[in-house]
């Protein structure tokens, strides 16, 4: 039985990036990596900018009066060569002529006569965006293995990217073992229970963008369990068992993960909930049994699964955020092992959630946030600090 | 010029949730909210359940040897009457016999010709989750309003669900104006720049699991520009003009939006970046004129109309998590207006990123949070606390 940090460390060195890539719209790159540095096609801006609706002027603080020329729109190509004591109206975003050497923003002009005079200071260069101010044309917008959110795609657009190189999502497979597990909206017969792993499992990869995903159910039978895992195997780069390897599925998961070739890196962690947690590789592809009680699976993946697909699409091994925050109440830990807690955050304090039984869900559907207890930590009184995965 | 709370303010006051509601299979409301209650379908768990496995046994502190007289797997119907001094193997999950009066771990357990003894201590209702501990049949598992994540779809799948009532997913128009403007992945002009933001903000919207959104690029002409508001107006619950009502294009968008019907809720918050925000109304439906500048723009979603989405779909009017962090340098504010801020959140501090400028994404790109500076606020001493908008 491993450490939370050995684990981790483990899945971290395990992991590979997947070499696959592909060219998307920027429109359907969202939640993706880059699969290489993006230039910027442009300088942006293409042209010193006007940062306000004003005047362009050609200034000199020994001239009172100057002589209104034109108007430059923004989009306009007018670029006027104005002579000293001239200045043109322009607007947020037009383009600012190089022989104008300030902006003087339109509160503080007073028009006459097609003549401009000033009401308040003005300055050279004033309310001028300098050419390629935000990055030159060829330098690096965003490189590899950035995560492309709606900022990161309206800044590549901005800098005039419409495809890009992302790498592959990841294709998962989540196989589902247990005779006693029933499909929801179906009769439920003495000793079964719902199968609800899957699902939730599959909408939290759908969660991290992450989308193609096939569900398999395992049969209790070793032949078809090997030949099972063997196509999943060749299909997938990330393997998910829910229903883990207890005892009454051990010895047909286990044995046909070992008939396949699959190598164990660890199985079992000193932490709570999740205890029976396996992971394994083969040929770069990641096999994780997760535990099979629903609030430990979804831990396990946030703690462990979240970061393994970061690094697997070329992002960094991060997972949630982590932050401090005073924990509400006193704790004090059961379990001989790191705990994660369901923790909600109100008022800048984090408070342990009721129901944090391993099977039970009803407070994940309260939370924001993970609280990690770390194996050494055995008492915590209200106000000291804790550390929280943002989930 | 209104404040960044009353601004917020008068958005909740103002956005109504839909009364549009949808029947959809649990695999397809990720995102969601709950359009009603929904109750348990059954007691969870349905029976006694084993928590570990081991041996269920009637038990005696007299007695210590038990006769073993079968097995439940899990999923099991074999419920067998226990007499006094009896045991069955059972497994997790597995249903534990009503006479059975505790249930220990296996660990524990040693097994000779069909009787089994203990190694340790061993008292009655050990291992035993109660029939409906998590919840009750017809208890409610997630009040009207709930927002459906992973964790929720785990759950109601776990109490048979699956397929859930929820709010529509409410219909977005993005209005773009600026004849400057040139789509990505074309040539500019002298003079002109790449639209992004309507690509920025369609992303942040399927962030948030909004995925019914359309683009219209508003015209240069005031009856074309009447016509296409009427019609996102008749057509989508929000709408959304990017490009704001500056003065090019001020006179067609608001006197359209006058045309229409619309009521200025407030134009123009006293805040940086995005000061030239405008809220209005017509018949619940929603419309925010964002700033042009593209981190304004962004910046104003996730401040605003991300709790507005929430609201509109039956969710509280919560938007971003919002903690407590201390900042990683003296900061002294130049606006005067309050301030959000992209931070980076590292060591439990929060850092506040280069480039803030309001035409800028670059800083966005690699922000974890707004940092709040409210108007109050002049100066900030490194190790202050202040509030941070996590994105």
Redesign the interface.
């Known amino acids: 039985m491993i450490s939370v940090e050995n684990a981790l460390k483990l899945v971290k060195e395990q992991v590979q990036p997947l070499s696959r890539s592909a060219e998307v719209s920027?429109?359907n790159a969202?939640g993706r990596y880059l699969s290489e540095d993006v230039l910027s096609k442009?300088d942006?801006?293409?042209?010193p900018?006007s940062?306000m609706?004003g005047y362009a002027v050609h200034f000199s603080e020994e001239i009172d009066r100057y002589e209104l020329i034109g108007e430059?729109?923004?989009?306009?190509?007018?670029?006027p060569s104005l002579k000293l004591g001239q200045a043109v109206r322009i607007?947020?975003?037009?383009?600012v002529p190089e022989s104008a050497t300030t902006v003087v923003r339109?509160e503080d002009v007073l028009v006459e006569d097609g003549w401009i005079s000033f009401t308040a200071g003005v300055k050279q260069n004033m309310n001028i965006?300098p050419k390629a101010e935000?990055?030159a044309v060829d330098e690096i917008?965003?490189p590899k293995g950035?995560y492309l959110?709606?900022?990161?795609?309206?800044?590549?657009?901005?800098?005039?990217?419409?495809?890009v190189h992302v790498i592959d999502s990841p294709k998962v497979a989540i196989l589902t073992t247990?005779?006693?597990?029933v499909?929801?909206?179906q009769a439920?017969?003495?000793?079964?229970?719902?199968?609800?792993?899957s699902?939730?499992?599959?909408?939290?990869f759908?969660?991290k963008s992450i989308h193609q995903i096939q569900h398999v159910k395992l049969p209790d039978d070793y032949d078809q369990t090997v030949a099972a895992i063997e196509k999943v195997l060749n299909d997938c780069d990330l393997i998910v068992l829910s229903g883990g390897i207890?005892?009454?599925d051990y010895d047909y998961v286990k044995s046909g993960l070992e008939a396949n070739g699959v190598e164990e890196v660890f199985y079992k962690v000193k932490q709570k909930p999740g205890k029976p947690l396996f992971f394994g590789t083969k040929n770069q592809k990641c096999i994780f049994a997760l535990p099979?009680n629903?609030a430990a699976a979804?831990t396990a993946?946030y703690v462990y699964l979240f970061p393994a697909l970061q690094q697997m699409q070329g992002g960094q091994f991060e997972g949630c955020?982590r932050?401090?925050?005073p924990i509400a109440t006193d704790y004090i830990r059961k379990a001989k092992r790191a705990e994660f807690l369901k923790g909600k955050?109100e008022n800048?304090e984090v408070a342990v959630l009721s129901?944090q039984?391993s099977?039970?869900?009803?407070s994940?559907?309260q939370?924001?946030g993970l609280i990690y207890i770390p194996f050494e930590t055995l008492e915590l009184k209200k106000g000291d600090e804790v550390e929280v995965l943002?989930i």
Request: net charge negative.
């Open positions: 920027l429109n969202f442009i942006m801006p293409p042209f900018q940062g609706d430059i729109a923004a989009g306009s190509d007018f670029h607007f947020t975003g037009g383009a339109q965006r935000q990055i917008a965003l950035s959110d709606a900022a990161a795609i309206g800044y590549l657009g901005m800098l005039g990217h419409d495809r247990g005779d006693e597990l499909k929801p909206g439920l017969a003495y000793g079964q229970v719902y199968e609800s792993n699902i939730m499992l599959e909408q939290a759908r969660s207890s005892v009454g099979g629903p979804l993946f955020t932050i401090q925050l955050i800048n129901a039984s099977a039970m869900l009803s994940f559907t939370a924001d943002l």
